[in-house]
Every structure is written in structure tokens, then in C-alpha cells.
T-cell receptor
Framework: GQNIDQPTEMTATEGAIVQINCTYQTSGFNGLFWYQQHAGEAPTFLSYNVLDGLEEKGRFSSFLSRSKGYSYLLLKELQMKDSASYLCAVGDNTDKLIFGTGTRLQVFP | DTGVSQNPRHKITKRGQNVTFRCDPISEHNRLYWYRQTLGQGPEFLTYFQNEAQLEKSRLLSDRFSAERPKGSFSTLEIQRTEQGDSAMYLC???????????FGPGTRLTVT
């Protein structure tokens, strides 16, 4: 079966660091994606990991451990505009995306 | 590059009516995906095309749903005899093989009354 788990909600303070975890069990694996989605808007691509390790892109970093079926998204120097849902998704062996339910992050001043 | 566009953005229909949505992918993108998203959930895969060929359909896609991509450019998704459970955001995404990144459109929000 296909299962992707991530926390439903998280809160953090402006300027802080937050880590959003994602665990997955899927029948195929062609990479782990993180998308950001503001309310009422389309998901926008943040990161892609296909090999183990950390990928850094500005304030955002993403980590993958394929043996553990685990990824995290790290957001540094949080800003109010980072309040959004963060979607963890696995690309399966036909390249479609299998999404988790998303983590709603609220950033407070 | 104008991004992925979808029309209409909102559709309200009565149960039993047919609806059709359109997606225009980023030009030259050869893959086009349809997803459905309900409130508080992540998008769920419905179907995808490579050029004009429909390569996979989800088991979620009942016989009331049909999708086409006749010339390998825009795509349409039709829902026949709509039910209240069809109320959702329908998202389209496109990509260019071998790149994995999928670019999403703004979605069509369907409300079935």
C-alpha cells in the first residue's frame, strides 16, 4: 500500500527554525518532493531529493533517508509569509505524485 | 512561460449535471497530470498523459470521469452525472520529461449542490 505521514499542524515564531517530518511507505520510489501551498492557491515546488542526504536552497533545506523512509523539510529564519501548508509527496515508479495530507504551519510574530 | 492555466476557476453545478474543465499546460511540457484535492487533504492522483496518450488512471476515477488530451497540448476533464462527493478542487500539473518537477495550475473549484 501507499502511506505518507506528516503532522497535521505546527506552530512557530517569526525568526525561528522549524522542522517538518515526513515518513513514507510506497511501492515505488522516484524521489521525495516538498511543495508549499497557501490557502486557496496551487502547490508550488520547494525541493526534490532522490539520493540520501541534505539539499539546501536558501532558507529551506530538505533531507532524505531512503533506508528509513524518512524526510524532513527545514525552514530557517521564519517569516510570516511562510504560514502555509507543506505537502510531502513521493514520486512513484510511474512518476505520479503521492501526497501526504499536508502540514499546516502557522508562524506567529 | 505563462505557467499552467485552468478554466473555469470556479464551477457551481447541480447534482446530475455534466461539467467539463480545461487545462493548458506550460508549452512544450509533454506530461500532464490531473489531481483532486479536498479540504484538509493533499492532492490525489486521477490520471496523466504523456503527449496525447493517457498512460494511467487511478482507481478513484469512476466511469463518470473522462479525460482527453487530443493534440498533446491542452486537456479536458469531464465529469458526468455529478454527485455531491465530486465537490473538490481539481488541479492540473505539467512537467517535461526527464525533469521530475511538476508545475501546478491554480485549480478549478467544483461545488455540486
Amino acid at each position: 500500500g501507499q502511506n505518507i505521514d506528516q503532522p497535521t499542524e505546527m506552530t512557530a515564531t517569526e525568526g525561528a527554525i522549524v522542522q517538518i517530518n515526513c515518513t513514507y511507505q510506497t511501492s515505488g520510489f522516484n524521489g521525495l518532493f516538498w511543495y508549499q501551498q497557501h490557502a486557496g492557491e496551487a502547490p508550488t515546488f520547494l525541493s526534490y531529493n532522490v539520493l540520501d542526504g541534505l539539499e539546501e536552497k536558501g532558507r529551506f533545506s530538505s533531507f532524505l533517508s531512503r533506508s528509513k523512509g524518512y524526510s524532513y523539510l527545514l525552514l530557517k529564519e521564519l517569516q510570516m509569509k511562510d504560514s502555509a501548508s507543506y505537502l510531502c509527496a513521493v514520486g512513484d515508479n510511474t512518476d505520479k505524485l503521492i501526497f501526504g495530507t499536508g502540514t499546516r504551519l502557522q508562524v506567529f510574530p | 512561460d505563462t505557467g499552467v492555466s485552468q478554466n473555469p476557476r470556479h464551477k457551481i453545478t447541480k447534482r446530475g449535471q455534466n461539467v467539463t474543465f480545461r487545462c493548458d499546460p506550460i508549452s512544450e511540457h509533454n506530461r500532464l497530470y490531473w489531481y483532486r484535492q479536498t479540504l484538509g487533504q493533499g492532492p490525489e492522483f486521477l490520471t496523466y498523459f504523456q503527449n496525447e496518450a493517457q498512460l494511467e488512471k487511478s482507481r478513484l476515477l469512476s466511469d463518470r470521469f473522462s479525460a482527453e488530451r487530443p493534440k498533446g497540448s491542452f486537456s479536458t476533464l469531464e465529469i458526468q452525472r455529478t454527485e455531491q462527493g465530486d465537490s473538490a478542487m481539481y488541479l492540473c500539473a505539467s512537467s517535461l520529461v526527464p525533469d521530475y518537477e511538476q508545475y501546478f495550475g491554480p485549480g478549478t473549484r467544483l461545488t455540486v449542490t
